[in-house]
């Protein structure tokens, strides 16, 4: 059984599956982690998802405030030994019904190219590649991509 929970960055689980991302990503960017790193603060989170499986807190994301119309997806994670069990797809699902009863009409996030598993699960759940925005203009290993939430 399964329960996910809308909080904040303040939320200790939040915090430690952010810490195993960082981690992750810390790796898998390698020279390039410092650049990404910088624009993935969670201390101003309002808007943060925990996915519990039996009480064990095993996937997360965010969302936070991009324009007039969008909210950006951040932070999305789940550890290796959980993963293929659809609770990614969870958490995007509530992070899109949030950005919705926010009133906003669109999620747009950016993911790394080397990381096909974000940009599959991007892909399953409807979003379409975009132009790189904002800072990631110009970054070859960026990906960004873009869902209209408002039907």
Same mark, same amino acid.
């Not at 993935?40 to 064990?56: A, C, E, P, R």
């Not at 992070?95 to 009133?103: D, N, Q, S």
């Not at 699960?121 to 990631?136: A, C, D, F, M, T």
């Given at each position: 059984?399964?329960? $996910?929970?809308?909080?904040?960055?303040? /939320?200790?689980?939040?915090?430690?599956?952010? *810490?195993?991302?960082?981690?992750? $990503?810390? *790796?898998?960017?390698? =020279?390039?982690?410092?650049?990404?790193?910088?624009? /993935?603060?969670?201390?101003?989170?309002?808007?943060?998802?925990?996915?519990?499986?039996?009480?064990?807190?095993?996937?997360?994301?965010?969302?936070?405030?991009?324009?007039?119309?969008?909210?950006?997806?951040? %932070?999305?994670?789940?550890?290796? =030994?959980? %993963?293929?069990?659809?609770?990614?797809?969870?958490?995007?699902?509530? $992070?899109?019904?949030?950005?919705? *009863?926010?009133?906003?009409?669109?999620?747009?996030?950016?993911?790394?190219?080397?990381?096909? *598993?974000? !940009?599959?699960?991007?892909?399953?759940?409807?979003?379409?590649? !975009?132009?790189?925005?904002?800072?990631?203009?110009?970054?070859?290993?960026?990906?960004?991509?873009?869902?209209?939430?408002?039907?």
């Amino acid at each position: 059984m399964f329960t $996910l929970k809308r909080t904040n960055s303040k /939320n200790p689980d939040f915090i430690k599956l952010v *810490e195993q991302l960082d981690a992750n $990503l810390a *790796e898998r960017d390698g =020279e390039d982690h410092a650049f990404y790193n910088q624009f /993935n603060s969670i201390s101003n989170l309002n808007h943060t998802v925990v996915l519990y499986k039996d009480k064990k807190a095993v996937a997360c994301g965010a969302i936070k405030k991009f324009d007039d119309s969008s909210m950006e997806v951040k %932070r999305m994670f789940v550890p290796s =030994e959980e %993963r293929g069990k659809g609770y990614a797809t969870k958490v995007l699902k509530e $992070l899109e019904l949030w950005t919705k *009863e926010l009133g906003n009409t669109h999620c747009i996030l950016e993911t790394g190219k080397r990381q096909p *598993e974000a !940009i599959a699960l991007y892909e399953k759940n409807g979003y379409r590649r !975009i132009s790189n925005y904002g800072q990631y203009q110009g970054i070859e290993n960026s990906v960004c991509f873009e869902k209209n939430v408002s039907s």
